[in-house]
Nanobody, 120 residues
Framework: QVQLRESGPGLVKPSQTLSLTCTVS??????????WGWIRQLPGKGLEWMGV???????DVSPSLKGRTAISRDTFKNQFSLQLSSVTPDDTSVYYCTRLAKATMSYDYWGQGTQVTVSS
């Protein structure tokens, strides 16, 4: 029932800001039962948790990324977004938006993922 879909540019130049949007259908991002997050998979490596935004708009960001990561939302569009500033080629990754179910503390729904390449 719940569907998440990432959207945004697939190519970003170094030093610029990577911006992605997750559109949610079949559920409300203002529900108290869930948080909404971003996870990425670096080439040849495992998953890296980036951060989440809760129903009341509070955020929690990975310490390694907190200096340049922002997560926001648009409740009217039922969307939440990721902004990663000052990107380098090391930020090239597949980016996923996800739903965190508080009852189980598990990411029960994922978007299909979107490839973002940082290159000049």
């Amino acid at each position: 029932q719940v569907q998440l879909r990432e959207s945004g540019p697939g190519l970003v130049k170094p030093s610029q800001t990577l911006s992605l949007t997750c559109t949610v259908s079949g559920g409300s991002i203002t529900s108290m039962d869930y948080s909404w997050g971003w996870i990425r998979q670096l080439p040849g490596k495992g998953l890296e948790w980036m951060g989440v935004i809760a129903y009341e708009s509070s955020t929690d960001v990975s310490p390694s990324l907190k200096g340049r990561t922002a997560i926001s939302r648009d409740t009217f569009k039922n969307q939440f977004s990721l902004q990663l500033s000052s990107v380098t080629p090391d930020d090239t990754s597949v980016y996923y938006c996800t739903r965190l179910a508080k009852a189980t503390m598990s990411y029960d729904y994922w978007g299909q993922g979107t490839q973002v390449t940082v290159s000049s």
